[in-house]
Structure formats: structure tokens, C-alpha cells
């Protein structure tokens, strides 16, 4: 989704994974071993997602609003979502522009600005972590997502291959009966899924034509 604004995916070919192991910055074994490793990589995430701009693809799905209840489910971390427009977002994997106690989950911080330094401590004392959902962590948007995806009556998947879980369960949550569409140029049919319409696509190009669909 974001890939088109400039930030680079972590899974794709050209991705930060190809730049850093996993282990190494993404994680609570990595924040423990290294620390300012795992600050120095999110913090330059976070300086390129400032730099960047909603896209065509962004800036479409806050237009629905004018006809739908839209609620924007995403394992991007930026908050491109919010810049285009969209009013009810669910972030899956966490927030770049916000920080965490690396004790208490509940003390969340904005950041000023695109760096959070060695020195950077919550309020009772404990350094700041960013505020990302690391592998081995639980993931506390899962339920609220389910119970949006149950009520859904049109479900869109953009941008993702459906590989990684728990995010990719969501579909398991959708009914049947209702339309759904799936943007990706490496996207496939998935024949059990009923009601399924695969467009093999950028989003940037897709999905303000779907939109446009939907609003007429």
C-alpha cells in the first residue's frame, strides 16, 4: 500500500529484510541484546515515512467515507492512512511516529519529531522502545479486527500475500456471502474463498478505480 510512496517494504524484493535479519532488529531478543541497533533501524524508518506522501491509493479509501463506514485494517506501520484522510484505522503491527515504555505496554508516546535517542525514557524512568508489534509479541488488535471483519459487507485486501499470520486469519472472519476484492500484481485466486474478485494491479491504479465502482 505504501510501497508507492516511496517506503520500502520489508518482505519484497528490495526490502529491509534483505538489509537486516529479523533476529537482529525486529525482535525482544534484539532490543535486549542491542538496543540502539534496533533504535537506529526504526528510527530511519521513521525519517523515511516523515518524507514520504499518501498516495492515489491512500487518499482513494478516505473517499469512501462519503458512502461507507470504512475501517482501514493495516500491517503498515506509517501513518499515511491518517495524512490521506481516513477517520478509523486499526494498526495491526503498531505505530512509527509513536513510542513505548519498554515496561509498561499502556505508557504510549508521540514522537516529536523522527529519532528516539538512547537517553529517551517513559515517565516512570524506563527507556522508550518503538512502538511496533516485534515477532514473538502478541498481537492486541487482533480481536478488535476480527469483530470489524465479521460485520463487514465489502472486504478489500491490498498489497499483501497473505502469508503473514496472524493478519492473514482475518479472512478466515469474513462472510461468505459478501464481495471481496484483492489488489496485488502477485496476486492469486484462492478458489475456496467465495465472492473473491482478483486484481493482479498496483494499488496505486486499482484501488482508485475500485473505489469509484463502489461510490457509483
Known sequence: ?????????????????????????????AWKRDPALVQRFYNEIRKQVMEAQPNAAHLALSKLEAKYEVVVITQNIDDLHERAGTNNIIHLHGEI???????????VYDI??????????????????????????????????IIQVQSADIFIIIGTSLEVYPAASLLDFVRPEIPKYFIDPGAENKNYIKN???????????VPALVD???S
Open 213 to 215: 465502482k463502489l461510490l
Open 112 to 145: 516529536d519529531g523522527w529519532e528516539i535517542t538512547s537517553g529517551s525514557l517513559c515517565e516512570k524512568g524506563f527507556p522508550l522502545r518503538p512502538f511496533i508489534v516485534w515477532f514473538g509479541e502478541q498481537v492486541p488488535m487482533m480481536t478488535p479486527s
Open 1 to 29: 500500500m505504501s510501497a508507492e510512496s516511496g517506503i520500502r517494504t520489508f518482505r519484497d524484493a528490495g526490502g529491509l529484510w534483505e538489509d537486516y535479519a529479523v533476529e537482529d532488529v525486529a525482535t525482544p531478543e
Open 196 to 206: 473473491l474478485t482478483v486484481i493482479k494491479e498496483k494499488a496505486g491504479s486499482a
Open 97 to 107: 511516529r509513536k513510542a513505548r515504555s519498554s515496561r509498561y505496554e499502556d505508557l
